[in-house]
């Protein structure tokens, strides 16, 4: 049945309208619920129904106040208890709009304009930092083990592998020379890829009995042998190679004459005989000697061939060398005594240009050279240690260029085909000096005044006190 429509002075009038009301705040609803209250207990002598529908009117408006201020629509108890529960709407419903479900949604809907921005920029900040020092961590860590790592190993029981496995690979020549120990074969093998480390072939030997013997001679091996496969290549005829000579870049002439004749049947003093007058191989008369001229390759021989001939073809190989690179024939000396410094000074290839124009740059200043390289060649001195010796820096002769300004007097070691065209064709740069910091890598270090190149030489010493025994 349909309720009676209450009068203008009814204070329940509000739940019939026609139009609803705006929903009321929580201390609006309250405020309401009170004055329906006091309008309640002045007319209960109007009598009990009306009381009771008093009592109504209140929870209902309680209910709507609840609605506006928890954002979800409450169930209004009903005036009469056979009526069916009406629900009254919140705004935000009627608007289509959601409202927050949790504590944390409503705190960031009151929050001030910008302060979620502001949250979320350092929440990226965080990111940010943590990803930076992270890379940071992982940098250090690469540095240190790289600077360190032979340090490290040791501590922690990670010792590098010293030999490879296996009977190699390719192929490859070595010489053993007459008077050659157990030690400089070691340290042929592995500088030419045979085995990993000298120190691998040596302690084989050492533990190997009785004591092999190696007759002086070129030999085919192969490259990353085990130290055991090499040794049994070795101690096998059939790996010498007869009449077969294998000569190495920046070698002087007295140790090409040595090859040649530890590689045929040729006497050492028959080779020396033969390079007594250059001149009749070609050689400008102004060379002091054959040296320059011998150039490095592979060669193999008839049997019966002369010292002559012998000499002959590898001064023949230079001149070609020589005409590809376009050096003229009055020239050929001079650019064969820049080429064997190159040889000798440079470490890597690129860096064979960068030298030439070093040695350019000096000799346009007028500077002396300073090359140690001519200073040991001056006094015989080996190329055991990277450091020359009182005697060699101080010899008065015509190879010392600590003494003596300009190129020395002719070529310090027989150069190959990349020294060659780096001394007709020199890097472009300003350079004055360099140094070699890093024996192992050869890493050198090219500068342009004295001060940065006493940075660099510093930075040598301190590598040959990291690693005794590695060429300083």
């Keep these: 049945m349909t309720p009676e429509r209450p009068t203008d002075d009814d204070p329940l009038r509000h739940l019939f309208d026609d139009e609803p009301e705006q929903p009321l705040s929580r201390r609006a609803a309250r405020r309401r619920a009170q004055a329906a209250a006091e309008t309640g207990s002045t007319n209960v002598e109007n009598g ?65 304009p910008g302060e979620e921005k502001k949250r979320s920029g350092h929440r990226w900040l965080w990111v940010t930092l943590t990803i930076v020092v992270i890379g940071a961590i992982v940098a250090s860590g690469f540095y240190v083990w790289k600077t360190f790592e032979p340090q490290i190993r040791a501590v922690v029981g990670m010792q590098e592998p010293t030999d490879y496995e296996g009977s190699g690979s390719g192929e490859t020549y070595i010489v053993i020379s007459e008077g050659d120990t157990g030690n400089d074969i070691a340290k042929t093998l592995a500088a030419e890829g045979v085995t990993m480390t000298s120190e691998a072939f040596y302690k084989l030997l050492l533990q190997t009995k009785p004591e092999p013997t190696f007759q002086p001679g070129t030999y085919k091996l192969k490259k990353k042998m085990s130290a055991k496969s090499a040794l049994d290549l070795l101690l096998d005829p059939a790996s010498r190679v007869e009449n077969t000579a294998l000569i190495r870049e920046g070698l002087t002439g007295e140790s090409v004459l040595q090859i040649l004749a530890d590689s045929t049947d040729i006497s050492l003093e028959d080779f020396r005989a033969a390079v007594k007058d250059p001149t009749q191989y070609g050689v400008p008369s102004t060379a002091p000697s054959i040296e320059g001229w011998l150039f490095p390759a592979l060669y193999t021989f008839q049997p019966d061939a002369t010292a002559e001939s012998v000499i002959q073809t590898l001064v023949d190989r230079t001149v070609k060398s020589l005409d590809d690179a376009g050096v003229a024939k009055d020239d050929r000396e001079r650019v064969l005594t820049i080429a064997s410094i190159v040889q000798r000074e440079a470490r890597v290839d690129a860096d064979f240009y960068k030298v030439s124009r070093v040695i350019e740059n000096r000799l346009d200043k007028d500077m002396l050279l300073q090359m140690d390289s001519t200073a040991q060649y001056g006094v015989n001195a080996g190329t055991d240690s990277v450091w020359s010796s009182k005697e060699a820096l101080e010899s008065d002769n015509p190879w010392n260029t600590y003494k003596r300004k300009g190129l020395p007097v002719g070529p ?31 890493e050198t270090v090219f500068s342009t005044t004295h001060a940065q190149h006493e940075k660099a030489v510093a930075q040598l010493r301190t590598w040959c006190k990291e690693n005794p025994g590695k060429g300083c």
């Design 412 to 442: 310090i070691s027989n150069p190959g085909d990349l020294a060659i065209e780096a001394a007709t064709h020199p890097a472009a740069g300003d350079w004055l000096y360099f140094v070699t910091v890093n024996l192992s890598t050869g």
């Design 48 to 112: 009990e129904g009306e009381a009771a529908d008093a009592e109504n009117a209140e929870q209902s408006s309680l209910a709507a106040g609840n609605a506006s201020e928890d954002g979800r629509a409450h169930d209004a108890a009903p005036a009469d208890p056979s009526r069916p529960a009406t629900t009254t709407p919140s705004f935000d419903l009627l608007l289509g709009e959601s409202e927050p479900t949790d504590r944390s949604e409503r705190r960031r809907r009151t929050q001030p």
